[in-house]
């Protein structure tokens, strides 16, 4: 295991820490919702941050046998595109993230996987949203029907990782958590970041058992 870099900031950070004096939800939609806290900052002064909660989400990097991703090409409203990205999708209440990977790359692209691993975690919009996203690998696809959600439309492909990653470059593929899940498919494919693969029904167990994911032996 890589020990920690000292040159590497504490993530409690005393020094740095804003504390939250007063908490205030101004709005609230079917899964989002919009809060402005008052907090003190470190030399004293007082500020407001306005910032996004977010049930949490998951991403897949699916491989298959002959070394292709798959990925999907939506229609993302908010930027007015399409874009390329792996599969991807917010948690439901009380769902683990396994549970959750499971089930998105079923509905959307229709395939099931054998085996699994957990890679980390993305925090994609922290200034101004508590979104987390665990990036998961899965291989050893089984294809079969898919279940979109009412008034979800997209392509599902197969690309080689070396055109996905000579697309990226060029602007053909932004999307934030996709990148960021490319550096964790480079790595662990040159060897230089290990994950611990496990059968389908051993990640299932542990997530019956309530074991959070990232505390589950041997996860990244």
């Known amino acids: 295991m890589v020990e920690p870099s000292p040159l590497l900031p504490d993530r409690q950070a005393p020094h ?14 079917y899964f989002l919702s919009v809060h402005c806290d008052e907090v003190t900052l470190p030399d004293g002064r007082r ?3 306005e910032y996004v909660r977010h049930p949490g989400a998951v991403l897949i990097v699916p491989a298959l046998p002959d070394g292709r991703l798959v990925v999907e090409r939506q229609y993302r409203y908010p930027v007015r595109q399409a874009v390329i990205e792996f599969p991807a ?3 439901d209440p009380r769902e683990s993230a ?4 499971q089930r998105e790359l079923w509905e959307e692209t229709g395939y099931r996987a054998a085996q699994w691993a957990r890679a980390g975690v993305l925090h994609p919009t922290i200034g101004y949203s508590d979104e987390v996203i665990e990036i998961w690998f899965a291989r050893g696809l089984e294809a079969g029907e898919r279940r979109l959600d009412d008034g ?6 197969a690309v080689a990782p070396d055109e996905l990653l000579a697309a990226v470059p060029r602007g053909e593929v932004t999307d934030g958590k996709t990148l960021t899940a490319l550096l964790w498919w480079q790595n662990v494919a040159s060897g230089a970041w290990p994950i611990d693969w496990r059968d389908a029904a051993a990640w299932a167990s542990e997530a019956d058992a309530g074991i959070p994911a990232g505390e589950q032996e041997g996860a990244a």
């Open 16 to 29: 740095l820490r804003e504390r939250t004096q007063a908490s205030a939800c101004v709005w609230r939609g």
């Open 47 to 49: 500020a407001t941050r």
């Open 89 to 91: 999708g917010k948690r």
């Open 98 to 101: 396994f549970c959750c990977a």
């Open 152 to 157: 979800e439309f997209l392509d599902v492909l």
